[in-house]
């Protein structure tokens, strides 16, 4: 039994950016004050390859493509609630899950904590040229999950 977890990719690029690049555990160009739309922009020039893991595609990190793609029997959606998730595939594969809990909520959930921080970048040419650049890096995922900018999941 195989299995991965997705992430909505506009919630999983803006999570990276909070946690990694605000708080300079990542630094990129050796820069610590790099705003939303200038990291997002930055990522839409990287090989999908060299991403750091943290913001590469799952379709990408998780070989869904390909010569040779993983065909998973289940691929859970993150939004979908992880710990019961996990659960459930791990009782799948028979083994007893321990307490395993993720609370790791840095940015305001939901759709319009999304809006709110796409829409609200600094140094943004237009209101939806961030979401479009993710759209256009994650393409696979965002089919793979049936993920949309404008609702929850």
Known sequence: FTFTFIRNPWDRLRSAYVDKIQTGKIMIHRRTDMSFAEFVRFVATQDP??????????????????????HYDAIFKLEDGFNQELDSALQRIQLMPDVITIEN??????VRG??????G?????????????????????IKLGGYS???YG
Request: net charge positive; charged share 30%; aromatic share 12%.
């Open 49 to 70: 390859w060299e991403m750091n893991i943290h913001w590469r595609p799952a379709s990408v990190h998780c070989n869904m493509k390909g010569k040779q793609p993983v």
């Open 121 to 141: 970048a600094r140094d943004i040419t237009y209101k939806n040229e961030l979401v479009d650049l993710v759209a256009k890096i994650y393409a696979d995922d």
């Open 114 to 119: 999304r809006m709110k921080f796409y829409h």
């Open 149 to 151: 900018f404008e609702k």
């Open 105 to 110: 909520q840095q940015v305001e959930p939901g």
